[in-house]
């Protein structure tokens, strides 16, 4: 078997829930625990922290790894979707899983997984915990898929779990009441340990901290624990200042000024700060290197003559944050593409969308996509310009033509629109 055998088999053969939506969700810890104990147990040889939420958690992952790199650890980390590379999902100390790895893996294991209903994220969850494993990681940072509590990344103890905030996505799934959703991301929750609260939301923290009150856990409020202060900021960068206890205080350098970005921040260094004190080590981010584990799709500036931005803003609250962003900026003309997958309420989206942009609109290469002839009603419904164009790299030609350098074109609504950006 070679690699591209290797991924085959991952995107064809088994159920994929990027591709086939909800049929491919295998509820429960079931498959996961089978899984595991047929490689006896490998989330068991690491420490971990347990990334979780709405928005942000990806983010918040990477930011978290790259902090922790200054402790002088191994650090591993999991994260999805990926943009560009399978291999982005499974990192250690910034780099891809190997190769090597990945196909013996999955060649070693074939009949046992063809024998099993296993789905593509359950596979690739049990093949990062052996992979940290195999490296010998100090620490992995585990980003949770989609959920929190009947997620198969929910069979490790960590020593920190971190909850970046709660809204309105995957409804089909959590449910459709924001407690309910609240109540499904708290089961990454675990007893006699720290957990983390991102964005402070009184209507449903309570939720998260009848949990800890459970299970004899200690729940940690980021806006309460960590003050960060904006010290300057452009579009393609931020300053900021941060203050935890009065009597520590750092500054960086921020690649990502978004708003969204400064929030996920926060929470990274606090759960960052609370590993230093695990590990009995000085958080000295001076040390950290913003450069080991990449993020894509979010804010990713392409070009700047004209600015191309890229950001996956997937759901309705991120859509607001990023229009919020763009609005701050005095383009003349933004191009506005996108696109995305059918379960997301465009309806919703579309009557927050402005007036004043110009909206591409393009289906991504992926089956669970929204056809552009079925998006177009609800541009219409909101009186919203609109062109429609075959895929991302027609889009982009079409608005290269007529952009000039005081004009945005920005890229948004899924990262599967990232996926099929030929950036040649």
């Keep these: 078997m070679n690699y591209d055998e290797a991924i085959k088999f991952l995107f064809d053969c088994v159920p994929n829930y990027q591709k086939s939506g909800k049929t491919a969700i295998r509820k429960g810890l079931k498959n996961i625990k089978i899984l595991s104990n047929r490689f006896n147990n490998p989330q068991n040889t690491f420490n971990s922290i347990h990334v979780g939420g709405t928005n942000g958690k990806g983010t918040t992952s990477v930011a978290i790894a790259n902090f922790c790199l200054s402790l002088d650890l191994k650090i591993g980390l999991f994260t999805s979707p990926h943009v560009y590379d399978f291999r982005e999902r499974i990192q250690v100390n910034g780099k891809n899983i190997e190769k090597s790895f990945l196909i013996n893996f999955i060649s070693n294991n074939i009949e046992f997984f063809k024998e099993n ?17 195999y490296s010998k ?6 980003e949770v898929g989609l959920g929190g509590k009947l997620d198969s990344t929910n069979i490790i103890k960590p020593i920190i779990s971190l909850v970046t905030n709660v809204g309105y996505d995957h409804q089909n799934i959590l449910g459709s009441k924001i407690d309910d959703i609240s109540r499904e991301k708290a089961g990454i929750i675990k007893p006699n340990s720290l957990f983390i609260k991102g964005e402070e939301q009184n209507n449903i923290d309570h939720i998260f901290k009848d949990e800890c009150i459970k299970r004899n856990s200690t729940f940690l409020s980021t806006s309460r624990n960590v003050k960060v202060k904006s010290l300057s900021k452009t579009f393609s960068k931020r300053k900021i200042r941060i203050e935890y206890n009065k009597n520590q205080t750092f500054e960086l350098n921020l690649e990502n000024p978004a708003n969204y970005y400064l929030m996920n921040t926060k929470a990274a260094i606090f759960a960052f700060i609370k590993t230093a004190e695990y590990y009995k080590k000085v958080p000295l981010l001076r040390k950290y290197n913003k450069n ?18 890229s950001d996956g803003c997937h759901n309705i609250d991120s859509f607001k944050s990023i229009i919020g962003e763009i609005n701050l900026s005095s383009f003349k003309i933004i191009y506005f593409i996108t696109g995305g997958v059918k379960e997301k309420k465009w309806n919703e989206i579309c ?23 079925d998006l177009k009603r609800y541009f219409i419904e909101n009186k919203l310009n609109y062109n429609i164009k075959i895929d991302i790299n027609d889009a982009l030609k079409y608005c290269k033509k007529l952009a000039s350098k005081d004009d945005l074109i920005f890229i948004g609504g899924s990262l599967f629109l990232m996926s099929d950006y030929n950036e040649e």
């Design 117 to 133: 209903d296993f789905s593509f994220f359950e596979i690739n969850t049990i093949m990062a915990f052996e992979y940290f494993r």
């Design 137 to 142: 990681v100090d620490l992995a940072v585990i």
């Design 292 to 309: 080991k584990f990449k993020v894509y799709g979010r804010w990713n500036i392409i070009s700047k003559n004209p600015y191309i931005i």
């Design 351 to 373: 009557e927050i969308l402005p007036k004043e942009y110009n909206y591409i609109l393009i289906q991504p290469s992926n089956k669970r996509a929204i056809r552009t002839s």
